[in-house]
């Protein structure tokens, strides 16, 4: 018998559809197949939240570290001053060659810590070439062509030169040390400015009054400067704000061109990448501001002593940012060089006997709270706080109101004596029931004394 056509073609285009529904089924089986054994991508800068006390506390070690540190190596500089030796880009020069060494010093640690982990554990030591080739993976999985890679190269390393230059050379003609520290930490406001600007971070209320608490104070430390220092000594001052608005560059621009990353070794590995190149780079500068007469020095008479002592304290102090970096919450890190400013008048007043003048004090105040209004602004907006307040009054409340709920209670306790003890003889005889006895005799001995329970006729209580 023949097939209607219609009905021939009803039942193919039902089986076409059939086909390409089980199709796109297990298709979509696949998928989910494939994302459930696809690891999550894992955040590199998870693992510097603060989550216990542990953590708070190692960050406290960074901030203590770093900010004695810092106000060790500006006091040392400016105490340490030679005559006929005024020579920043020659110092600087000398600095650049200890910190090549920053790699092959992680190298030497990591496999001293390697082998004894391995020892104690009975296993094999990690290889040292897989250290090394996760060190040059400067961009991460990103690919970059040699071009690029050779012009973030030299601009890092040119606007290394140039920041490290403004930010050191007025340590040997300032007033103050502190006064230096203070200026210099105003390059979290042109990072904040920036990040802003190109990053396009969310700007609030709370954050540009922090900004403004931070020009307030800059203005008073340039007015010590000014007022105390005789022309052109006070011209350094400019120069260190240039320092602080290049730093915040640099900071902007290895951001954006290289990528942020905890990875210690990638970090040492940049330190001593930048460090050749500054080092191979910066000799033609530091002849040329010789022979113009724009630095001092004499290659026959060099203070080595003052040379090798800055430098080590700086290489140090280079560990400890890795380390800070690569270890704790950035929050601790920048901290730490805030920090630096009380420790390096403090240090300016026992070693050089300096003293400080209420404006000096007034302006490094504003300094320290716009640092903490900017870093925290994001949680201390007037919503927050006015939340927060009556979350405290609430709280405040019910904790008076339970305190005088506990109060009338043992005051009713005390007011009923036999009441409690039945109570708890109750409890007694409920908790052996559950736990398997027959009956309320073999409650144990001692529970409660006789005769106290006249009124339970069908109990009988053991005597102890």
């Not at 810590?113 to 996760?134: E, H």
């Not at 915040?248 to 990875?263: D, E, H, M, P, S």
Request: positive net charge; proline residues 4%; contains cysteine.
């Amino acid at each position: 018998m023949a097939t209607k056509p219609g009905k021939f073609m009803r039942s193919l285009s039902m089986q076409v559809v059939a086909k390409k529904f089980r199709r796109m089924n297990s298709m979509a089986m696949h998928l989910e197949e494939t994302a459930a054994t696809v690891p999550h991508e894992k955040d590199e800068f998870d693992h510097l939240k603060i989550r216990d006390v542990r953590q708070f506390a190692l960050g406290l070690v960074f901030v203590f570290s770093i900010s004695v540190c810092t106000a060790m190596l500006n006091n040392v500089v400016k105490k340490t001053t030679v005559p006929g030796f005024r020579a920043p880009a020659f110092s600087l020069f000398v600095r650049s060659g200890y910190r090549i060494l920053t790699f092959p010093a992680f190298l030497i640690l990591h496999w001293i810590y390697d082998t004894i982990k391995a020892k104690l554990t009975n296993s094999s030591p990690q290889a040292m070439s897989g250290v090394f080739r996760d060190a040059m993976r400067l961009y991460g999985d990103r690919k970059v062509s040699f071009e690029r890679f050779s012009c973030d190269v030299l601009l890092l390393a040119t606007l290394t030169v140039v920041s490290q230059y403004s930010n050191f050379a007025p340590l040997f003609a300032s007033v103050s040390t502190g006064c230096m520290a203070g200026l210099g930490s105003t390059s979290l406001v042109f990072v904040f400015i920036f990040s802003a600007i190109f990053l396009r971070i969310q700007v609030i209320a709370t954050k540009v009054l922090g900004v403004f608490f931070f020009i307030a104070g800059m203005g008073l430390l340039v007015t010590v400067e000014v007022l105390y220092n005789p022309w052109p000594g006070w011209i350094q001052t400019i120069a260190i704000i240039v320092g602080a608005f290049l730093t915040a560059v640099y900071q902007l621009v290895f951001k954006i061109r290289i990528g942020g990353t905890t990875n210690l070794a990638r970090i040492s590995f940049s330190v001593s990448l930048f460090s050749a190149v500054t080092f191979v780079f910066t000799w033609p500068l530091v002849l040329v501001l010789r022979f113009t007469g724009m630095e001092e020095w004499d290659i026959t008479d060099l203070p080595w002593e003052m040379l090798m002592r800055t430098s080590c304290t700086a290489w140090a102090l280079v560990f400890l940012i890795n380390l800070g970096v690569a270890w704790t919450n950035p929050f601790f890190t920048s901290f730490g060089f805030l920090m630096a400013v009380p420790f390096s008048y403090v240090f300016d007043k026992v070693w050089n006997n300096s003293t400080v003048s209420e404006m000096e004090i007034g302006g490094a105040t504003l300094i320290c709270i716009g640092f903490l209004v900017l870093v925290f602004g994001d949680v201390l907006s007037w919503s927050r706080i006015r939340s927060e307040w009556r979350t405290i009054r609430r709280n405040a409340a019910l904790a008076k109101k339970n305190v005088g709920k506990t109060v009338q209670a043992t005051a009713d306790i005390s007011k009923s004596g036999p009441q409690t003890e039945l109570s708890a003889f109750r409890n007694a005889v409920l908790q052996a029931h559950r736990r398997g006895f027959s009956n309320p005799s073999h409650v144990p001995a001692g529970t409660v004394k006789a005769g106290k329970f006249r009124n339970f006729r069908n109990l009988s209580v053991v005597n102890p």
